[in-house]
């Protein structure tokens, strides 16, 4: 059974900056994958970003790039989020698999999920 849980997530100024970790019941480096998503209130989730290990590449939607960054330690995954906006307001996501079957940027090729944790981010 795989663990994922996520930590971190607070109430930031616009322009502020927030680390979130994501702790695995596995080692990271075991998943095919790993990636974020976020949920903003009344929407749907949408793609943060992921890391795929075969390639060594992380991968970020254009609406992310540059102020998101992704990364992983031994058993932990990190998306660093600097200079953030109300509209980052959402709930965060971490999510992994030992393999990636539709997309990186695809709710569906995750099966294992952490439980949330909330951002918000005031103006």
């Known amino acids: 059974q795989v663990q994922l849980v996520e930590s971190g997530g607070g109430v930031v100024q616009a322009g502020g900056s927030l680390r979130l970790s994501c702790t695995a019941s596995?080692?990271?480096?075991?998943?095919?994958?790993t990636a974020w998503f976020r949920q903003p209130p009344g929407k749907e989730r949408e793609f943060v970003g992921a890391?795929?290990?075969?390639?060594?590449d992380t991968y970020y939607p254009d609406s992310i790039k540059g102020r998101f960054t992704l990364s992983r330690s031994a058993n932990t995954m990190y998306i660093q989020m600097n200079n953030l906006k109300p509209e980052d307001t959402a709930v965060y996501y971490c999510?992994?698999?030992?393999?990636?079957?539709?997309?990186?940027?695809?709710?569906?090729?995750?099966?294992?999920w952490g439980q949330g944790t909330q951002v918000t981010v005031s103006s």
């Open positions: 596995r080692r990271a480096d075991s998943f095919a994958a």
């Open positions: 890391i795929w290990l075969n390639a060594g």
């Open positions: 999510a992994a698999d030992f393999e990636v079957c539709c997309g990186l940027g695809r709710e569906k090729s995750y099966e294992y």
